[in-house]
């Protein structure tokens, strides 16, 4: 118990000071380059990486790769999401100097939401393990839908969370500045930079629905789940920023992914039959899986979907 609560503590620390990091650093709006966006995206990926060998070093093989498999599948999922900040960007208008800001809240709201999430989804699965069917059959379909369905275009005026927000402020509709809210003639004003948040946020939680189940195919421990979920979030930003200079690598991942949900779902429902796939081969299917994506990608070119969102 007393490792644990060291891991516990590590973690903490870990977030907390490139927290602060973050928010010293990214005070006022500004244009994220390239370059930094690719030292902070592998600043978190060897922050994590170094996390899961404290996690070997202390709890043993197990747990270690336990956490290394569920901020793989976190993050390969986290991709397929940063595709649809993209297209809400550009749907709003909003500036690439202004996205950071943006982003660096929207994370932090995904955060509180993506701890709720795990806390009542591992109460509910430990309890009624008959979820593991559900979960497992809503992966299979997310994979199917995701490698051979259509995507749905964006209708933000069709999302609940704007609707209720247009309701109850009122908004201009040009964005001014780099605010959220400014208070003019004694009433609260909305700027579409809010509106861009709430769609953000409704849409992580989507994804959240997709990725949570996953892990639980992995494992069911509080701290892994919850630890490899908020390593993969925190390195979102700086990985949407690498992302969106290097579309065309990426026009074929979205088949990898659905290949790595498809072995999830069966995964799940080959544990409640009895079967249990190693975490080994697990790490080891869904990390050939993405790998193959991206010289597949360069191989074969952009899809129709991805050359959409170039040219949005």
């Given at each position: 118990?007393?490792?644990?609560?060291?891991?516990?503590?590590?973690?903490?620390?870990?977030?907390?000071?490139?927290?602060?990091i973050d928010l010293g650093v990214n005070r006022t709006g500004r244009v994220v380059r390239m370059r930094e966006a690719a030292g902070w995206s592998l600043a978190w990926l060897v922050l994590a990486l170094l996390f899961g060998?404290?996690?070997?070093?202390?709890?043993?093989?197990?747990?270690?790769?336990?956490?290394?498999?569920?901020?793989?599948?976190?993050?390969?999922?986290?991709?397929?999401?940063?595709?649809?900040?993209?297209?809400?960007?550009?749907?709003?208008?909003?500036?690439?100097?202004?996205?950071?800001?943006?982003?660096k809240w929207g994370i932090l709201g995904a955060v509180v939401l993506r701890l709720v999430v795990i806390l009542v989804g591992t109460t509910l699965v430990r309890n009624m393990t008959w979820l593991f069917y559900l979960f497992?059959?809503?992966?299979?379909?997310?994979?199917?839908?995701?490698?051979?369905?259509?995507?749905?275009?964006?209708?933000?005026?069709?999302?609940?969370?704007?609707?209720?927000?247009?309701?109850?402020?009122?908004?201009?509709?040009?964005?001014?500045?780099?605010?959220?809210?400014?208070?003019?003639?004694?009433?609260?004003?909305?700027?579409?930079?809010?509106?861009?948040?709430?769609?953000?946020?409704?849409?992580?939680?989507?994804?959240?629905?997709?990725?949570?189940?996953?892990?639980?195919?992995?494992?069911?421990?509080?701290?892994?789940?919850?630890?490899?979920?908020?390593?993969?979030?925190?390195?979102?930003?700086?990985?949407?920023?690498?992302?969106?200079?290097?579309?065309?690598?990426?026009?074929?991942?979205?088949?990898?992914?659905?290949?790595?949900?498809?072995?999830?779902?069966?995964?799940?429902?080959?544990?409640?039959?009895?079967?249990?796939?190693?975490?080994?081969?697990?790490?080891?299917?869904?990390?050939?899986?993405?790998?193959?994506?991206?010289?597949?990608?360069?191989?074969?070119?952009?899809?129709?979907?991805?050359?959409?969102?170039?040219?949005?």
């Amino acid at each position: 118990m007393t490792a644990t609560y060291g891991l516990w503590l590590t973690f903490c620390l870990i977030m907390l000071v490139m927290l602060a990091i973050d928010l010293g650093v990214n005070r006022t709006g500004r244009v994220v380059r390239m370059r930094e966006a690719a030292g902070w995206s592998l600043a978190w990926l060897v922050l994590a990486l170094l996390f899961g060998a404290s996690i070997w070093w202390v709890r043993g093989p197990r747990p270690a790769l336990e956490f290394l498999t569920g901020y793989l599948i976190e993050q390969s999922l986290s991709v397929d999401n940063l595709f649809v900040f993209i297209m809400v960007f550009a749907l709003f208008g909003v500036k690439e100097r202004l996205q950071a800001r943006v982003l660096k809240w929207g994370i932090l709201g995904a955060v509180v939401l993506r701890l709720v999430v795990i806390l009542v989804g591992t109460t509910l699965v430990r309890n009624m393990t008959w979820l593991f069917y559900l979960f497992g059959a809503i992966l299979l379909y997310t994979a199917g839908k995701m490698a051979f369905g259509a995507d749905a275009e964006l209708e933000p005026d069709k999302n609940p969370l704007v609707r209720l927000a247009r309701r109850l402020l009122p908004m201009t509709r040009r964005i001014h500045g780099d605010w959220f809210f400014a208070r003019r003639l004694g009433l609260w004003i909305a700027s579409p930079l809010f509106m861009t948040l709430l769609v953000i946020e409704s849409s992580d939680l989507v994804f959240a629905m997709d990725s949570i189940p996953a892990i639980f195919a992995i494992t069911l421990d509080p701290f892994i789940v919850l630890t490899s979920n908020l390593f993969a979030i925190m390195g979102l930003r700086s990985l949407f920023f690498l992302l969106a200079n290097l579309m065309g690598m990426f026009a074929w991942l979205k088949y990898g992914i659905a290949l790595v949900l498809a072995f999830v779902g069966v995964k799940m429902i080959l544990m409640m039959l009895g079967l249990q796939i190693p975490i080994a081969w697990s790490l080891a299917v869904i990390a050939t899986t993405l790998a193959a994506s991206v010289p597949l990608s360069l191989l074969f070119g952009t899809t129709k979907d991805e050359a959409a969102l170039e040219t949005t």
